[in-house]
């Protein structure tokens, strides 16, 4: 029987996926086709792929009119196997291990390609064992700062209290970023068992996965997918038939930016209004409904499975300095070859921008990369040479956060994106703090009168970034002026073209 794979992932359906299988159904109505998540190569999808003695052959992008010929072998879309397609071929797989290669929501799929592993020698180790293997990978937050994993699970398993709690962070809401969408919704079982070994770990017996409502599709199958780990004994009362219990829903949030923030989750998850707490008390030791409670990004506790499976030595082999393991990077912009790449650390920004973005899409030179969503640093070309690693990227002036590469050719003004940075600041504020609050609203009213040919303003712009960066609550104000000085002092150009425009 002919197997045929048309991702379900939200890029792929937002780009026709799902006529393309309705094409596939009415054209084989006796093909077996199974809805996957996306290889991560966006700028092929719709991708097919039709499974050919044991090989699966790539076509694409498609359209509902090319499935006829994708079919009978004669498409001129035809890539080869997805393996031997240079972007995926150079990866390391190992948090996306299984994502586009199997059915989301078939746990005989996920078993089948090393899923559970992990969970059944994780049930053979103690608790103290079990942070000390996360300890001793390096694994470290890949939401955003970069902390490390095992000393926060560390610290909530030597916490005394009569529940605890495992919070996934799927608020994913920096711009240029989606591996958190695609991995929950190509390998949503991955998530769940990372969060079950996490709650062993440290003696937690309930978790949530909190996701953002304009994940629809996420929601969808991050559900399905628990409802089927329950019924088979990976949640409840007895994981896997073990004493240990542990059990997870999914909650959705509206949408605020602020929420991705770890305590404004918390008070979102608890029905409250999603704003930053002051710390201390941590949520370490007092999270969620004052529990001690271990709040991690989805890929962080999506990589939790592989470091079981394979041994912690085996991920520490990869990376650079402090950065170990894998990060899959996202590279969207003004890019030719935009999508997922999951690599070792220690790439350089131009190996990721030209060599594995191939460059802008518009074939105008790169002026500037923003690395970690709308928060993050501007970098010239002259900062390239930067690996990609948390302390490497942040001694060149910017932020890893959650890798996401947003690209731009030298046609943008450095100064507009300056605003948007504080006006997105402004919008999303959630008002707790005054560094915050009245800070980007100034800012915005600043870096107008700088474009207005006021340079009196620029002293004034320094003086207010370093106020919001030292006395902000919580990133969303600490981390603002990073996009703005990056601006200003790699593209002064920018800024005084627009004075002498006004002169």
């Given at each position: 029987m002919m197997k045929v794979y048309v991702p379900r992932d939200a890029a792929a359906r937002a780009l026709g996926a799902d006529s393309v299988a309705a094409a596939v159904k009415a054209a084989a109505p006796d093909a077996a086709l199974v809805r996957n998540g996306s290889r991560g190569m966006v700028w092929l999808e719709p991708l097919v792929e039709v499974e050919q003695n044991g090989e699966r052959i790539a076509y694409g992008p498609a359209t509902a009119a090319d499935v006829p010929a994708i079919?009978?072998?004669?498409?001129?879309?035809?890539?080869?196997?997805?393996?031997?397609?240079?972007?995926?071929?150079?990866?390391?797989?190992?948090?996306?291990?299984?994502v586009g290669l199997i059915d989301p929501l078939s746990l005989e799929d996920y078993k089948a390609n090393g899923g559970l592993k992990g969970l059944e020698k994780a049930l053979t180790m103690d608790s103290a064992g079990i942070v000390a293997e996360v300890t001793e990978s390096g694994l470290r937050g890949r939401g955003g700062a970069g902390f490390p994993t095992g000393i926060k699970w560390k610290t909530v398993a030597e916490a005394k209290a009569d529940q605890k709690y495992i919070v996934c962070n799927a608020d994913e809401g920096d711009s240029g970023t989606f591996a958190d969408r695609m991995l929950m919704e190509g390998d949503p079982f991955c998530l769940i068992e990372g969060m079950v070994i996490a709650g062993i770990g440290v003696g937690a017996t309930k978790g949530y996965v909190y996701i953002r409502s304009e994940y629809p599709d996420a929601i969808e199958v991050m559900e399905a997918a628990v409802d089927l780990a329950r019924k088979a004994g990976i949640l409840g009362k007895s994981v896997l038939g073990s004493s240990h219990a542990?059990?997870?829903?999914?909650?959705?949030?509206?949408?605020?930016?602020?929420?991705?923030?770890?305590?404004?989750?918390?008070?979102?998850?608890?029905?409250?209004?999603?704003?930053?707490?002051?710390?201390?008390?941590?949520?370490?030791?007092?999270?969620?409904?004052?529990k001690p409670t271990v709040v991690n990004n989805v890929l962080s506790l999506g990589t939790v499975p592989v470091i079981f499976e394979k041994g912690a030595g085996f991920y520490k082999d990869f990376g650079v300095g402090r950065s170990r393991g894998t990060m899959p990077l996202q590279i969207a912009g003004n890019v030719k070859h935009g999508g997922l790449y999951e690599t070792a650390f220690g790439l350089t920004l131009d190996e990721v921008v030209n060599g594995i973005g191939g460059g802008t899409a518009s074939g105008r030179p790169v002026k500037a990369v923003q690395i970690g969503g709308p928060l993050g640093a501007y970098l010239p070309a002259s900062k390239f040479d930067t690996p990609i690693g948390y302390e490497e990227v942040d001694k060149a002036g910017g932020l890893l956060g959650h890798a996401g590469f947003t690209i731009f050719d030298d046609t943008v003004d450095m100064l507009g994106m300056a605003r948007f940075a504080m006006e997105f600041c402004a919008v999303e504020s959630c008002g707790k703090c005054t560094p915050c609050r009245i800070g980007a609203v100034r800012g915005v009213e600043t870096i107008d009168r700088i474009a207005k040919g006021d340079a009196a303003g620029i002293p004034i712009l320094?003086?207010?970034?370093?106020?919001?960066?030292?006395?902000?609550?919580?990133?969303?104000g600490g981390f603002t002026p990073f996009p703005v000085m990056s601006a200003l002092t790699h593209f002064p150009d920018d800024f005084s073209a627009a004075k002498e425009a006004a002169e």
């Open positions: 079919l009978d072998g004669t498409s001129t879309l035809k890539l080869g196997p997805v393996e031997s397609i240079p972007f995926f071929a150079n990866q390391t797989r190992l948090t996306f291990q299984r542990f059990d997870m829903e999914v909650r959705v949030g509206a949408g605020a930016y602020v929420c991705g923030e770890e305590t404004s989750l918390l008070n979102s998850l608890e029905g409250k209004r999603g704003t930053v707490r002051a710390k201390p008390p941590l949520p370490a030791l007092q999270g969620l409904f004052g320094t003086d207010l970034c370093e106020t919001m960066k030292d006395g902000s609550l919580c990133a969303l």
